[in-house]
């Protein structure tokens, strides 16, 4: 099993009812262990546990299920256990179906969560299935769920929509997923100053059966390319012209070409829209922002979705290349302006011109970190000017790559 159908497996575990006596076989079988080698645990033949209700594989995991309230107490229970040490366990876990702590025995790493959130910690126990050279995987269980979960919904609307599938359409439907990608990190980041606020408009809006739900994000594109800035007229007079209707008007300008040009959305099924409100429903404050485009890269591409995109370069070593080139300059300019309001305007309108250019770019890893340590700076502006709900100025034209 790859890290992809791990997280599948273990997340529709934790989605069922809690079996206490069920569990550890339905946890080991979640990381491939084939039905024989189930079927000897059960029947105690290769169970070493020595602590009641255990199970205990060599060489891999020590389990136990407990009554409620009892997880700490098991959990030393089965690091103290003579047994763990001489099955070289690698792991112990122990839960009682609302609380699960488990400890890594070779590195001392722990996870220590509810039960219902044990899928975002999946990462942690890849080893079980043999996994151990890629630590990013190991290390971004949220990004890899959120991708496995957008590539999913990529899948199923191309099963409804055939014809965004061809090479004519499919640079498309690939726009369509960047916006997606876009909007569940903004409504969860203070971008759209509400958090839940995609997510939650389509889950009101449309219909559970689907039908209009394509007509719904479409509006929501179609305002965000809006403008709301009055230019001599009433802030809502561009919104009023384009009939921008009112679950979508809440929804801010973005400026740069994201949202720009065609607004068509892909019609959905109903598993197409479950599976949109269960990725807006992950906590995307969780996911790296170092691993946005490459998530795009993941589904869009058909060599890359099986591979989850996971080869990027992490937000210390981009920034050890954006810090000296232009970003501590800013922050100096920030921490000389003080509270003065016109040396904060001049550095804000400064930033607004900056371009940044990736003559390397390949997901766009280097712009998306330039582009959130821009804004986090003007967020500082506008927060001493006073106007901390003001739109960012920043355009997102400003950052290319070849």
Sequence with gaps: MNAVEIEQAVTDLAALPFDRAEFPFAFLEAFGNKATTIKKLRSGSSNASDVPGGILQRSNIHIATCDPGAVEHTLKTLRESPKTAAAKAKFILATDGEDLQAEDLVNGESVACTYADFPNHFGAFLALAGITTVKQIRENSFDIRATSKLNKLYVELLK???????????????????????????????????????????????????????????????????STRHEGKPDDHYRKAANIPPHADVFPYVNGALFSGSVEVPRFTRMARSYLLHIGGLNWKQINPDIFGSMIQAVADDEERGALGMHYTSVPNILKVLNPLFLNDLRAQLEEAGDSGRKLLNLRNRMAKIRVFDPACGSGNFLVIAYKQMRAIEAEINERRGEKERDSDIPLTKACGH
Excluded: K, Y
């Design 160 to 226: 409804e929509n055939p014809d965004w599938a061809t090479a004519e359409r499919r640079p498309d439907m690939n726009h369509f997923m960047a916006r997606l990608i876009f909007c569940f990190f903004a409504e969860d980041t203070d971008i759209f100053r509400s958090e839940g606020l995609f997510t939650s408009t389509v889950d009101q809006m449309s219909d559970r059966e689907s039908s209009n739900t394509h007509t719904i994000i479409s509006n929501i594109f179609r305002a965000m390319d809006t």
